[in-house]
């Protein structure tokens, strides 16, 4: 990954929509991953489409932004268009968002109940925060005439070149909606806190982007190097069939996996390959409670 400007206070993590996956003799496969063929199981919010060759299908892994959308997912049977609202159509395409809920047996979702309007629901919290103490006045610039876009350019090209380097994120100082210009206190490297983790040396490292970054600065340990999670992130694609998503959260350091279905068995089998926690599992049908 190569050093950007940052046009919001995230650093973007890599993100890999891997909808299709190869198996192997040791692969766990996430299509099949109901124990219980009666077992029910519910997406709260997901697209809906219906294609000229092909019939409503489950957008899981991601839907393509076009006019008209495109997606690909298992079939839905019982599907009627009849008995939903607010639906589109062009070209041949007809799409839209709900609330489904069925059974599911490796393959296809079969409704049980007529779907309803999509529910909102609330996705996982992330901390962006800096967890290093704050130093005595406040987070500010050590040095103004090197906190720069070009000064945190160079700071992050150099930890991202080290192999102890395992995840970097940016922190707005104070919200921006709150400034007399938000867009251009977004990019003002004077307010915010670059975060750097790597695995070891940190205090050469810190000395190291000392030199080329004058802004606040926060540099904390982490267990596994950005490098080794990217290579989990492309071997599990192999691990377990079915993947929807992939990525690497570099603030916790642990890499996360989208599935269809996410089973303990499938929990217990990456957790014993990479390491307990390693991988978190996210599955796009949840059972319904």
Avoid at 2 to 14: H, N
Avoid at 275 to 280: A, F, N
């Amino acid at each position: 990954m190569t050093a950007t400007r940052f046009s919001s206070f995230l650093l973007p993590t890599a993100l890999a929509l891997l909808l299709a996956s190869c198996g192997s003799d040791t692969t766990v496969s996430s299509r099949n991953g109901s124990a219980d063929d009666d077992a029910i199981y519910t997406a709260p919010s997901a697209t809906v489409l219906e294609g000229r060759e092909h019939g409503p299908q489950l957008c899981l892994g991601g839907v393509q932004e076009s006019l008209p959308p495109q997606c690909g997912g298992p079939d839905i049977v019982g599907w009627d268009w009849d008995d939903v609202d607010d639906e589109e159509s062009v070209s041949g395409v007809t799409w839209g968002e709900y609330s489904v809920t069925g059974t599911w047996d490796g393959e296809r979702l079969t409704l049980t109940e007529k779907p309803g309007p999509p529910v909102e629901t609330k996705g996982p919290v992330h901390d962006f925060s800096t967890p290093c103490e704050a130093p005595e006045g406040g987070w500010q610039p050590v040095d103004p005439p090197r906190t720069t876009h070009a000064a945190q350019d160079s700071a992050l090209s150099y930890a991202q070149e080290q192999p102890e380097f395992a995840g970097a994120w940016l922190d707005q100082l104070n919200p921006v909606s709150e400034r007399d210009n938000p867009e251009e206190s977004a990019n003002d490297p004077s307010s915010i806190v670059l975060n750097l983790r790597f695995t070891e040396e940190l205090a050469r490292h810190e000395a190291e982007v000392r030199r080329r970054w004058g802004g606040a600065l926060c540099v904390t340990p982490a267990d596994h190097p950005l490098s080794q999670l990217r290579a989990i992130q492309t071997e599990v694609g192999s691990d377990i069939e079915g993947v929807l998503y992939s990525s690497v959260d570099q603030v916790n350091g642990v890499v996360d996996l989208g599935v269809v279905i996410a089973t303990q068995e499938m929990q217990r089998f990456l957790d014993e390959k990479y390491g307990e926690g390693l991988v978190r599992l996210s599955g796009a049908l949840q059972p319904k409670t």
